[in-house]
């Protein structure tokens, strides 16, 4: 972040300096939610994969009406729910488990 900010502090006062031309700057720390989304672009289930601290994450893409999300099921309250890949006839089958809706919670 700091090599970041540095960057576009540079880019701000070249912008004042120079060519004037409206020009703006902003520098966002992106979660690792971001690269989840970003890894997910391509597949029709938005699902993609990155690598957090040498352990392979699957990300899926959860619409805001999905149950996660409105069970406060999502990671900035503290959810991350295990998952567990498993081979079957041929095919992977992915598993886990959401805990049920707690009214009041």
Do not use: K
Request: proline fraction near 7%.
């Amino acid at each position: 972040m700091d090599e970041a900010e540095a960057v576009a502090e540079r880019l701000r006062a070249w912008t004042r300096e120079g060519p004037g031309n409206g020009l703006r700057v902003a520098v966002d720390a992106h979660t690792d939610f971001h690269r989840l989304t970003r890894a997910g672009w391509g597949h029709p289930l938005l699902a993609g994969t990155i690598d957090l601290d040498a352990c392979q994450v699957l990300g899926l893409g959860w619409d805001p009406g999905d149950h996660s999300m409105r069970h406060r099921g999502e990671r900035a309250y503290g959810q991350v729910y295990p998952a567990t890949l498993e081979a079957r006839a041929g095919a992977a089958v992915l598993r886990w488990t959401i805990p049920p809706y707690e009214p009041g919670r």
